[in-house]
Structure formats: C-alpha cells, structure tokens
C-alpha cells in the first residue's frame, strides 16, 4: 500500500475505534430494561392509575426492590389499548419500535406480551357471518382464520425479538375469563371460547426455538371475576392486576405464584339471579351439547369478542 494512504486510513481507524468505544460506554451506562408490548391490559385500562398500579407497573416496581434493586430496570411499555397482533406487526408498530430499543440499548433482560383478544374483534361486527350465525360453516371458517392469523402473527413478533434480543427473558401471558365465578349465563360458552383462543397464545409461544415462556393468567382468574374485574366488566380492576403481576414475576422468578394473603380467600358463591338461566333451562347450558362443540367453540369466541368489544377494544 503505498505510504501515502497510511496516514488517512489511521486517522480513519482512529476514529472509527473512539465511535464504537463511545457507543459501547453509552450501552454500559444504560440500566436493564424491560420492554412491555401488547394491549389495554398492559396499559393498564382499569386500575385507578395505570402506569403504576397496571401489572406491567407493579411488576417493574418489584424487580426494582429485588433482583434489580443494585442496577436498576428501565422500563419502556409499549402497549396500546385496542392493540391486536397484526397490529404489532406494522410499520411503526409496536415490535419495530421494541427492536429500535433493543438495538439502541445493545439487549434487553426482560420482554412481555399480551394480546390476542382484539383480534376476535371482526367476527362481532355486523358483516361477519358469526353476527348472525355462530354455529354456521362461515363463521367457523372465519374463527379458524382469525386464529390462524393470531398464532403466525404471534410467532413472528417472537421470532424477531428473540433474533434480535437472543439473551432476553421473554413472557407470553394468556387472557382470562370475566365471567368466570358469576351467575352470568355466558360464563361456560365464554370460557370454550377463551380456552380456545389461549390454546393459540400457548401453541405460538411453545415453539422451542423461540425460548418464550407461557404465564397463564386464566388459571388464576378462575371464578374470581366477581372480586378482580373492574367496574367496566371487562378489565381488572387494582387487585386483579395486583394478581397478574404477582403471575408474572413469579415466572420471571422461576416459582410458584402466591395470591397476597388479602386477596386469597375466595367470595362467598353468588346466589342464583332471577331470570338466570340453569341446566334445565332452554338457555346457555341446555345450548351447548345442541348445537355441538365446534359451534360452541365459536359462540364463545364471539362472545369473547363481544365482550371486549364494549367500551371500546381492549
């Protein structure tokens, strides 16, 4: 190389080494992060202040008192309420904006997600053929797609985040059952449907290349509506996220979750309403073995749908 050039090409050199030792000085000064995606429920929609008192909220605080308590953990909740898994998936969407961070930061320690209810959100609408049919081959066509659509669109914003955040813990919760422990004649077809779409979530996250972690929020929730849903019968309210976090960081912790003492006993069973409807009854229950489980599957998963629906999308 003739001697002429040296002189540029180390100064190049030069500079391009003090680039990089600035830019991995500024990544060494960054605390871990946490990085949060999904919809209302990460939001936090229905605690008194959803920052803080969201199980995305309650679950940094409490990191922060224990394994963090020396570094630090910085959290960037990404969520957005009405979210569904397409929409992480658009440009300037919740999962490019998740890898610009991951990026920027060198790696993140801690990824949760959750999502999928929204999704259901079109077999409600009035030009679905579930609106008028649950049971019929269109909806249930439509249902298959729907879920189709949610499980490779969960197993891509998986594989991207894990592509790019090798060494991340990365945690998939499931959705639960707001009817779950009241009277409401709705509870047992709601609760196929919800089954359902988080045997989806499981499936997508159990993928063992992805290396995600299941956390199932529905086992918990079970018959406790009645306590941890908020008032718009939909989201929960302060302990049922209380509850959520305590789901999580119990996975994140490697361990079993326990119910905070307050919160652990069950209520009282709800008497029967009247007007309610019962085995014997032509309703709900007396519905179900009728139309057979394929059409139930479906009318629970609409009326998922129809339930998150209201108030706006979850």
């Known amino acids: 190389m003739p001697s002429r050039f040296l002189p540029p090409l180390a ?29 209302s429920l990460a939001f936090g929609v229905g605690a008194d202040n959803p920052a803080a008192q969201g199980y995305v909220g309650l679950t940094t605080a409490k990191l922060r008192l224990s394994k963090y308590s020396g570094t630090g953990l910085e959290l960037v909740n990404l969520s957005a309420p009405g979210a569904t898994s397409s929409d992480l998936l658009q440009p300037g969407g919740q999962l490019d ?4 961070e991951i990026q920027s930061r060198g790696g993140v320690d801690i990824i949760s997600i959750d999502i999928g209810a929204n999704d259901l959100l079109a077999l409600a609408e009035s030009n679905s053929p579930c609106f008028q049919s649950a049971g019929s081959k269109a909806c249930l066509d439509a249902l298959g797609q729907t879920l189709a659509g949610l499980r490779s669109n969960l197993a891509s914003v998986l594989r991207r985040l894990r592509e790019a955040a090798p060494n991340a813990q990365v945690y998939v919760l499931d959705i639960y059952n707001p009817y779950s422990g009241t009277n409401d004649p709705r509870a047992i077809v709601a609760s196929v449907g919800v089954q359902q779409l988080n045997g989806v979530i499981a499936a997508a996250a159990a993928d063992p290349l992805l290396g995600a972690r299941f956390v199932s929020i529905h086992d918990v929730f079970e018959g406790r509506a009645r306590q941890w849903i908020a008032s718009d019968g939909i989201h929960p309210n302060n ?69 998150f629906a209201v108030r706006g999308r979850r």
């Open 11 to 39: 100064a190049f050199l030069f500079l391009a080494s003090l680039a990089l030792a600035s830019a991995t000085a500024v990544r060494a000064q960054q605390p871990p992060a946490y990085l949060a995606l999904g919809d």
């Open 97 to 100: 904006r998740a890898l610009t």
């Open 239 to 307: 302990d049922g996220y209380r509850v959520m976090a305590e789901a999580l960081l119990a996975a994140i912790e490697g361990r079993s979750p326990v119910l905070p003492s307050d919160l652990a006993a069950l209520p009282p069973a709800p008497t029967a309403a009247v007007g309610s409807v019962s085995s014997g009854d032509s309703g709900v229950n007396a519905l179900v073995p009728e139309v057979g489980i394929p059409a139930a599957f479906a009318a629970g998963l609409l009326l998922s749908a129809a339930y």
